[in-house]
């Protein structure tokens, strides 16, 4: 744990430490992914309430939205444990990602780096999810008036899903200083590892993450699009 908070105020020290001993740290991904985890749980609540306004909305029979509620409610911790194998496999294809994209640079680095440099720099993005769930609790879950409004940290704040659109609500969402330091620490990790310019690295780091959360903001476009064909909103 202390690694992660060194990386924070000591990044170049840090990073070339952990180059320097050569090895994957699997405690560090451990760590990262229990802390998710931790959040998942306390998001059971939050993601109810989301869930209830969704079905709400919905042109379907009443005796319908009762039993997918209930559906839902009960399968709440296999969607936990289901989530949870998802950064597992997000945190691999990140890894795999920044890889084809140093790759493409011409700089070297391989896979194993990748996916550290990866866990290391996202931990203040798991710390900032703690925090906006906590956020979420302090104001009130009867403050959630629509599936889209809990973002309490990033740019969407000034503005609504309704002004923009859910696209671009979900894309500055992500506008976050939790974002940006992670940006951040991945462009010193880059420079450390590949031994590049730093306006390189950050260059690299931008567009990786611009594509990582991309990526979250078209499954919503196209999902608003599926559910406008299938006419049940």
Do not use: C
């Not at 039993?67 to 597992?88: C, D, F, N, P, W």
């Not at 310019?197 to 599926?226: D, E, G, N, R």
Request: proline share 3%; no cysteine.
């Amino acid at each position: 744990m202390n690694t992660f908070f060194l990386a924070l105020f000591r990044p170049v020290k840090t990073f070339n430490e952990v180059k320097a001993t050569g090895k994957f740290s699997t405690m560090s991904l451990i760590i990262v992914l229990f802390l998710m985890l931790v959040n998942l749980i306390l998001m059971i609540p939050i993601t109810a309430k989301v869930t209830s306004i969704t079905f709400s909305s919905m042109s379907l029979p009443e005796n319908r939205l009762d039993m997918m509620t209930q559906v839902t409610h009960k399968m709440r911790y296999l969607q936990v444990a289901g989530s949870e194998i998802l950064y597992v496999i997000m945190f691999l294809f990140y890894a795999l990602l920044l890889y084809l994209f140093v790759r493409i640079a011409k700089d070297k680095l391989n896979y194993k780096s990748a996916l550290q440099l990866i866990v290391y720099s996202y931990f203040i993005v798991t710390v900032g999810d703690l925090i906006n769930t906590a956020l979420l609790y302090a104001r009130g879950l009867d403050a959630i008036t629509n599936m889209y409004e809990t973002s309490l940290t990033g740019l969407n704040l000034l503005t609504s899903a309704e002004q923009v659109g859910a696209p671009l609500y979900t894309f500055l969402g992500y506008f976050t200083p939790f974002q940006f330091v992670f940006v951040f620490l991945l462009s010193i990790g880059l420079k450390v590892f590949t031994e590049t310019k730093y306006i390189k690295s950050l260059t690299i780091s931008i567009l990786f993450w611009l594509i990582t959360i991309l990526i979250p903001t078209l499954s919503v476009y196209y999902s608003q699009l599926a559910v406008a064909k299938s006419g049940i909103m």
